[in-house]
């Protein structure tokens, strides 16, 4: 067997303040020539570092204690031990970036802003193959047609923050092959792109492996990406390799306790009805008496009324256009385009949808954090219609209590320098609501409730794990015992492990509490798990609204079916279907196919097409001054 | 490009304008001017023929018309008692204190300023670069904690104190001259070698004092603002593409943490030319430092209006010329990293 890379017995350890830590503790694995291996496991499994070991870019703190990193540059080659080098020793340098390169989880940041891509890509070129400034620019020009630019010779001369986040990605993977390595080390490289642009970049990846015959190591905690990706697996826990075998192997007859687990913990569409997602690390919710004792419904409130309805919200904001020096007022974005659903009482709705497509700017207007051009926001305040868009300051403090938020990011979503005890008590401080006494005994019962040990409410943020932070987050939300909880994207920035306990913890708090979601979420199997009536959004409209079984069952939008396409799933039988991303046209209005042809021209409706299903279509000819 | 360069120089206009009349106020607050202090004085004394030509002074300068009046003689939108004479015209103003036209008086100490302000400018950059480069990217080695001493130990002392000291030392040791900008017997000589080797000299004590603190402080930001872009994921794959160590620090981190100093020039400007005025008492620089003091306790308003003026307007333009280089240097800022959102 011909391995580009073996790894035998690797441990890295990292000195610290704290003493010495053992991050990766005796991993052996091998990468076959030409072939995917994918490095599975939870934040802090070390699997990152594993990948930091084989390029020798470990933090400074961090070395490699044991060991050996054996690369084959050709097949009968004799193996160079990379583990064995002196930090700087120039044949090192030379196989870091020439034979083994590595992409990054934030193509933002991986890149400099102030060198262009041509200069960054082609930096590799200079270093590993020749140093020709027209060579350099025809290797460049070559390898951003081959990762899919659209124009590559004026690319070269782009910065990277005028790119998107695709197309980042794209001149991240371009730079990382312009040498043409053996080996690939993908180290979560697509966990912050949309499902859309992510499935498009794997697809990609595969192509060019295929085309270089390189090997690839892909670093995720995505069983999805690593059931399309992989041929051989090695599952990581604790800086230990728990298993390790064949992509079938893996999947069909999981041996250890841990990655049976890790399976059971990912939302899949194929889940039955009430099926729960069994998390590795169960929380238990108790709801007490206080938290409870809500403001009574009158009878027959929401009999006919929704508890949220949006009805025809626009939103434009204007784009500041820059030439080479100073700006000037520029094009217009449609943010929003006619948005209208109901969000009725005691349900949870999923509003899902790529970057961009208006669904945050759609929660931010009805939290007031954004004014809309036109349309309502109509909440039902028991029984008491509420106009969201026009209230005045004493009502928007009844409404803050009744609607409350909770954040993608736990990390930034938590002020550094407050302790729990204050993060918790400050909505409560500022409704004036108890005494001291009471509000302790309120603190008590909301950290019960998201199943944290209530005698750390004196501790800081920064002690607890990202999972505990989105729920320190959510108990905050849940202060003022409010009706509808607006959820953005609260489990994305979250492990799988740790995203299976969030999720079953919302779903016990809804049905414990009387909750009502509106859930938004680029994940469509995360939406699929939480929501009863699923809104889909793309480039500002509704395309598509529906029951949640009737749309899995039979979406009928071109976007939702491209959407549902592009979901990687852990099933290494359910390969993504590239075709049904339309080339990455999915989300563009003017691309979809008749009748769902979207150029302005036109005027759109949505159409029932049965069972409370709607689905928005081009109709009649736009008539001047007529009505839509 | 040439509208943004014409409108940031339109822009300084007003700028200027607006600075021009708030010193105006600012130099009039104290109660009375130069020439009724002097009258007072000279009334004391009975000299009725000094007392004559202090009238026709004041009249002469306009300085019994209204403020808002004289404000703008001084200018030189108003018709003074000779006609438009103001800055607009390029006339300074007329010193009491000297009894000479400003520009005459100022003259030669402008000039003496700026190669003081731009060599210590020099030599702070040249100092603190190197430094603060190595104790970022030898962050706690023992190097990097005996500099940061010395560092400290530059803020802490004040700089008139270490003015006494060096010259002492340089006197004593290598036998430079004590104090002044150049030896006694070029003041007022014609420019030749042996009178620029003489400012040399004379320029390294007052380059070094003037300069510690800004260098100390200049070492502590470059190093903290290192540490913070050599922690970057950029960094991180520079080195994964195999580039060497001093390569991939010259071009991404290094030149990433440049842009504070660039956008610093602008202030660096004027703080030394204030700052350095107890400097140049101590040590009997020509500079305009000491004249300014001077001129603000004598009350000569027009000495003191056009030297403050002169440091608004070296402020101004280093404000633009930084502005200009940060945008030459910076892609994020020359092409504005996409519209507002």
Known sequence: MDNVLEVNDLEVEFLGPEGRIEAVRGVSFRIPRGKTVALVGE?????????????????????????????RASPGAAPVDIAGFADDDPALRQIRGGQISIIFQEPMTSLSPLHTIG???????????????????????????????????????????????????????????????????????????????????LQLMKELQHKLGMAILMITHDLGVVANMADEIVVMYHGKVMEYGTLDH??????????????????????????????????????????????????????????LSVKNL???????????????????????????????????????????????????????????????????????????????????????RR??????????????????????????????????????ARIQELMRLVGLNAHYVRRYPHSFSGGQRQRIGIARSLALQPDLLICDEPVSALDVSIQAQVLNLLKDLKS???????????????????????????????????????????????????????????????????RALLDGKASDPKAWPEPFTLNGSLVSHMVDVGGGHFVRMAGDKKQEGGRP | MFSYLARRVLIMIPTLLVISFLIFIIIQLPPGDYLSNKMAELQSQGDQAALDKIAFMRAQYGL???????????????????????????????????????????????????????????????????????????????????????????????????????????????????????????????????????????????????????????????????????QKQYVVTGRAKGLSPGRLLMKYPLRMSLNPFIADIGNILPHIISGAAIVSVVLSLPTTGPMLLQALEAQDQFLAGSFLMQLAALTVIGMFLSDLALAALDPRIRLGAGGTR
């Open chain 1, 43 to 71: 934040s802090g499994s070390g699997k990152s570092v594993v990948s930091q070991a084989i390029m020798r870019i470990l933090p400074r703190a961090g070395r490699i204690a044991k060991g050996q990193i054996l690369f």
């Open chain 1, 119 to 201: 200069n960054q890509v082609g930096e590799a070129y200079r270093l590993h193959v020749g140093d020709d400034p027209k060579e350099v620019e025809r290797a460049c020009v070559d390898i951003l047609r081959l990762v899919g630019f659209p124009n590559p010779e004026r690319a070269i001369h782009t910065y990277p923050f005028e790119l998107s986040g695709g197309l980042r990605q794209r001149a991240m993977i371009a730079m990382a092959l312009i040498a043409r390595p053996s080996i690939l080390v993908a180290d979560e490289p697509t966990t912050a792109l949309d499902v859309t642009i992510q499935a498009q970049i």
């Open chain 1, 250 to 307: 893996i999947f069909r007859a999981p041996e250890h306790p841990y990655l049976k687990a890790l399976l059971k913990a990912v939302p899949r569409f194929d889940m039955a009805e009430n099926e729960r997602l069994v998390p590795i690390r169960e929380i238990k919710a108790e709801a007490g008496s206080l938290l409870k004792s809500k403001e009574p419904w009158p009878a027959g409130a929401t009999d006919t009324i929704p508890l």
């Open chain 1, 314 to 400: 626009n939103k434009t904001f204007g784009t500041r256009k820059r030439s080479l020096f100073g700006s000037s007022k520029g094009g217009q974005v449609k943010a929003l385009d006619n948005v209208s659903f109901d969000v009725p009482r005691g349900t949870c709705v999923g509003l899902v949808g790529e970057s961009g497509c208006g669904k945050t700017t759609t929660s931010k207007i009805i939290m007031r954090a954004l004014r809309a051009d036109s349309g309502k926001v109509v909440f039902n305040n028991r029984g008491a219609p509420l106009d969201v868009v026009t209230m005045g300051q004493d009502q928007m403090l009844t409404y803050r």
């Open chain 1, 403 to 440: 609607v409350q938020y909770i954040f993608q990011d736990p990390f930034s979503s938590l002020n550094p320098r407050m302790t729990v005890n204050q993060i918790l008590s400050e909505p409560l401080i500022i409704h004036d609501i108890g005494s001291e006494e009471e509000r302790n």
């Open chain 1, 512 to 578: 414990e509490l009387g909750l009502t979601y509106l859930f938004i979420s680029h994940n469509l199997a995360v939406v699929d798990y939480m929501a009863d009536h699923i809104v889909v959004m793309c480039a500002g409209h509704v395309v598509e609204s529906s029951p949640r079984a009737e749309f899995f069952r039979n979406p009928v939008h071109p976007y939702s079916k491209a959407l549902l396409s592009a979901v990687p799933e852990p099933n290494p039988d359910s390969r993504l279907d590239l």
């Open chain 2, 64 to 230: 019994d018309r209204p403020f808002i009046e004289q404000y703008l003689v001084w200018l030189g939108a108003w018709p003074g008692a000779n006609g438009f004479e103001g800055m607009l015209q390029g006339y300074m103003g007329h010193s009491f204190e000297y009894d000479m036209p400003v520009s005459e008086v100022v003259g030669e100490r402008l000039w003496l300023t700026i190669v003081v302000s731009v060599a210590t400018i020099i030599f702070t950059y040249v100092v603190s670069f190197p430094i603060g480069v190595y104790s970022a990217v030898r962050q706690y080695s023992v190097g990097d904690h005996v500099l940061t001493f010395i560092g400290f130990l530059g803020l802490a002392t004040p700089n008139f104190l270490l003015a006494l000291v060096l010259l002492y030392l340089g006197n004593r040791y290598l036998g430079t001259e004590i104090g002044g900008l150049m030896d006694e017997r070029y003041i007022g000589q014609p420019w030749t070698w042996g009178k620029f080797g003489s400012i040399i000299e004379h320029l390294l004590v007052p380059t070094i004092v003037i300069g510690t603190s800004g260098t100390a402080g200049m070492i502590r930001r470059l190093r903290a603002n290192l540490l913070d872009e050599l």
